[in-house]
């Protein structure tokens, strides 16, 4: 019989972000940082460290019992997976955390949204929404390697809270401090979870120290 989403008062506090801070995912870190790393390696260690992050913030997942044979025993109980969970990555780097996510978690759906951030302003436009209309009794993992204002997080995070999300989680790599406090204002509720808080936003709200642009190091600069 299964399990619904099973509470984890240590890691999952709503409005307390969990910052995965374990060494390998600091050394990872590191390699992410430096301006030396190519496309190549930027791709691949982004994605060890989202892997790292959802494999702490989806500890609640809803499971199941199933019996499985062993090569020495039979019927023997096991429990799995049994929550098909949403991810939203947030074009265009939302993009680089997904195919490790999926990996690690399995089933899942995903579900494509565009924000377009005004370089004066700073303020999120949506260009794409790809979203169901209609979320009811699903949990939501909105993907973002950077939370900087956290203007293009809110934004999402309204459009799923509007189509009725059961639960909704963000999963950061990089987040700012000036961010996550707007973020928590505008969205107490929301589980977020990051490798790392930095402590500014530059002029051109780029997070410092950082990574730069993730999406250009991701995938080059937009043509």
């Known amino acids: 019989m299964g399990d619904g989403p099973r509470d984890s008062p240590d890691l999952l506090v709503v409005g307390s972000p969990l910052v995965v801070d374990h060494p390998l995912v600091s050394d990872r870190l590191a390699t992410l940082r430096d301006l030396r790393s190519d496309g190549a390696t930027f791709r691949r260690v982004l994605g060890e460290i989202s892997a790292a992050i959802a494999y702490e913030a989806l500890r609640d997942l809803g499971t199941e ?8 025993s039979r019927r023997v109980r096991a429990r799995v997976v049994s929550e098909t969970i949403l991810l939203v990555p947030v074009l265009r780097a939302g993009l680089g955390m ?3 996510i999926q990996q690690l978690v399995g089933p899942s759906d995903v579900a494509h949204v565009g924000i377009r951030r005004d370089e004066v302003s700073l303020s999120p436009g949506l260009y794409l929404d790809k979203l169901p209309s209609d979320l009811s009794g699903r949990r939501v993992v909105i993907c973002d390697p950077m939370l900087a204002t956290g203007g ?3 934004a ?3 459009l799923v809270a509007a189509r009725g999300a059961t639960m909704v989680q963000a999963l950061c790599v990089i987040a700012s401090a000036p961010g996550v406090e707007a973020f928590r ?3 107490p509720r929301v589980r977020l ?3 790392a808080i930095d402590p500014d936003l530059d002029e051109r709200g780029f997070i410092v120290p950082g990574l ?8 080059g600069p937009p043509y």
Request: negative net charge; proline residues 6%.
């Open 65 to 72: 019992d199933r019996l499985v044979d062993t090569p020495v």
């Open 98 to 100: 997904v195919p490790a």
């Open 152 to 154: 293009s997080l809110s």
């Open 156 to 158: 999402v995070a309204e």
């Open 185 to 187: 204002r505008a969205h």
């Open 193 to 195: 979870s990051c490798a």
């Open 212 to 219: 730069g642009d993730a999406g250009d190091r991701l995938f």
